[in-house]
């Protein structure tokens, strides 16, 4: 499966974006997936996970109640909308893709190419 995450840019503090991964090659619909970020100096963290039915959804504290991870097997299509957005959430994003069953799968082997988040306080 290949991942291409989109809608990153610059936005002011306290703003929104929402970012979307699209798959291709093969349906998402078996797969959990998550969001990932690296901010330049820091390693990557986990941001996000939904699982393969969307039902079940998990977050990282420090965006817990801001962000909020979603899908659309429909359009084989994951999103992050990221509301009340923070100097400290400016970052690569990552969205990642991985057949498992669990909210949060114990690795992800497939990865996008990321998108910049800029966010200026």
């Known amino acids: 499966v290949q991942l291409q995450a989109s809608g990153g840019g610059l936005v002011q503090a306290g703003g929104s974006l929402r970012l979307s991964c699209a798959a291709s090659?093969?349906?998402?619909?078996?797969?959990?997936m998550g969001w990932f970020r690296q901010a330049p100096g820091k390693e990557r963290e986990f941001v996000a996970a939904?699982?393969?039915?969307?039902?079940?959804?998990y977050y990282a504290d420090s965006v817990k109640g801001r962000f909020t991870i979603s899908r659309d097997n429909a359009k084989n299509t994951v999103y992050l909308q990221m509301n009340s957005l923070k100097p400290e959430d400016a970052a690569v994003y990552y969205c990642?893709?991985?057949?498992?069953?669990?909210?949060?799968?114990?690795?992800?082997?497939?990865w996008g190419q990321g998108t910049e988040v800029t966010v200026s306080s």
């Open positions: 990642a893709a991985e057949p498992c069953r669990a909210t949060v799968c114990s690795k992800y082997n497939y």
């Open positions: 090659g093969r349906t998402l619909s078996s797969y959990g």
């Open positions: 939904i699982s393969w039915s969307g039902i079940g959804t």
